[in-house]
């Protein structure tokens, strides 16, 4: 009985804390994150291939209308209300004719303002703390790795 009320007790702390948003809960960013010079360089007359190449992969392309491209994006700050915003490409046959929407243009460079802030700055060339092979593995093939050329199996 005793490790019972134990039991509920924690069970209903853990609940009262984690109705008091006390748990972290990340910014949330999907979709396509369009910058405002991608979409400065979007002309009528440009062909899907070009615009594919310039914007990318759309998030949303219907089969039943193979004329319209819709590049969607969500974001939610904090565990608070979702935003979406949605930019339509919309095609004649091959070439572009029309884009309208909105999208996370000032959003979107805060975002990437933001994630440098927690990325850390290691050299490209930096191995020390790489454990994919021993010090004696590094002697035998010159510093080289597994990546050489040669065939593990001694051919």
């Keep these: 009985m005793q490790k019972l009320i134990t039991l509920l007790v924690f069970a209903m702390l853990a ?3 984690a109705g008091c948003h006390i748990v972290y809960t990340p910014d949330v960013q999907q979709g396509n994150l369009l910058d405002k010079d991608m979409v400065a360089q979007l002309k009528p007359g440009m062909t899907k291939r070009q ?3 310039l914007m990318g992969t ?3 392309s219907t089969p039943f209308d193979h004329n319209r491209w819709d590049y969607v994006s969500t974001q939610a700050h904090r565990g608070g209300p ?3 915003r949605t930019f339509t ?5 091959d070439t572009l004719v029309r884009t309208q929407g909105d999208f996370f ?3 979107a460079q805060q975002l990437v303002k933001d994630s440098k802030k927690y990325r850390a700055s290691y050299p490209a060339t ?10 004696d593995d590094k002697k035998k093939d010159g510093g080289l790795g597994a990546g050489n050329g040669g065939d593990t199996n001694g051919h």
Aim: proline share 10%.
């Design 15 to 17: 609940l009262a804390l």
């Design 51 to 53: 615009v594919l190449l």
């Design 58 to 60: 759309p998030s949303v």
């Design 82 to 84: 979702m935003k979406v």
């Design 89 to 93: 490409l919309t095609f004649n046959n």
């Design 105 to 107: 243009a000032p959003d």
């Design 126 to 135: 930096e191995t020390k703390g790489d454990k994919s092979q021993s010090p």
